[in-house]
């Protein structure tokens, strides 16, 4: 069997500052390829103690013919100091350290953008080092790094892990027995779709809702009702971070669910170190996941 690789998915967030009442944007195509054009799309990451950690990049950034999908890729280089062995003596003793400040295979990962503006949906290969979690950190911050460098107007870019509607529902029908919800909502891209709970967090001045469900003790959440249902839209948009418990049938313990790391994925061929045929294969990726939303 050949090998494979996954594919995870997420969706780009442009969201409104609190306090900022209007998003008079430009689209999120005319955006993002003024980022990618601008080689400002790279931020620092430092440990507790000021000293450099990791340097993002995102780089290669190419659209295709039709304008509508973008491929690129995310790396992280880190300094760390490495042996030079010295053949000459036969020796690490006498081996040079060079300092170097570089990236390797499993540090750089190829991505694709749907740079329509409804969709915004973003397609990756993740690697040993970069998860899904730290993909989506890793790109968000190079982003609004370079929204601020470019100049461009002040909103917030998010990464959002995204999980499939079906992928939750799948999750509640082999754990019924579920008594604890914790839902973060998160205002939607760029603002609209007004509910009372982002009614409430514009009242408010707040950019994130979080509420908790603890059934009676004994009991469990009804999860057959229409108000749970409500409250699982918008896991698929990564306009809510989703977490389940729920009880084992027939033993003891609980399970657990959160969207954040329950992205959906695909299988693609393995591509080796080979970053262009990565960005390919990711991309056709994308653009099956795409054709086949509900």
């Not at 760029?190 to 908790?212: C, H, N, Q, V």
């Amino acid at each position: 069997m050949a090998k494979m690789r996954k594919v995870r998915f997420a969706r780009i967030n442009r969201r409104r500052p609190v306090g900022q009442e209007t998003l008079a944007m430009r689209t999120f195509a005319e955006d993002f390829t003024e980022l990618a054009s601008s080689r400002l799309t790279q931020t620092t990451q430092r440990g507790t103690d000021g000293q450099l950690v990791k340097t993002w990049t995102a780089a290669d950034m190419t659209i295709d013919a039709n304008g509508d999908f973008m491929t690129g890729t995310l790396g992280f280089s880190s300094p760390e100091d490495r042996k030079v062995f010295n053949t000459e003596a036969w020796s690490w003793v006498k081996g040079e350290t060079v300092d170097l400040d570089a990236a390797s295979r499993a540090t750089v990962a190829p991505f694709a953008v749907d740079l329509q503006e409804s969709h915004r949906w973003v397609a990756f290969a993740p690697t040993a080092k970069i998860r899904p979690g730290t993909f989506a950190w890793g790109l968000e911050h190079v982003l609004n790094q370079a929204v601020g460098a470019a100049g461009l107007i002040p909103t917030e870019w998010e990464v959002d892990l995204v999980t499939s509607r079906s992928e939750v529902d799948e999750w509640i029908r082999k754990h019924p027995l579920i008594h604890f919800m914790r839902r973060t909502i998160k205002m939607p891209n760029p603002g609209r779709l007004i509910d009372s709970d982002r009614a409430e967090m514009r009242a408010l001045g707040a950019g994130k809702k979080t509420e908790e469900f603890v059934a009676e003790r004994g009991g469990l959440l009804d999860t057959g009702s229409e108000v749970f249902a409500s409250k699982l839209d918008g896991t698929q948009t990564g306009d809510l971070d989703l977490q389940l418990h729920a009880h084992r049938q027939n033993k003891s313990g609980i399970d657990k669910f959160s969207s954040l790391s329950a992205a959906d994925e695909e299988l693609i061929d393995d591509f080796g170190t080979d970053l262009m045929v990565g960005m390919d294969l990711v991309l056709a990726a994308l653009r099956a996941y795409v054709r086949d939303l509900p």
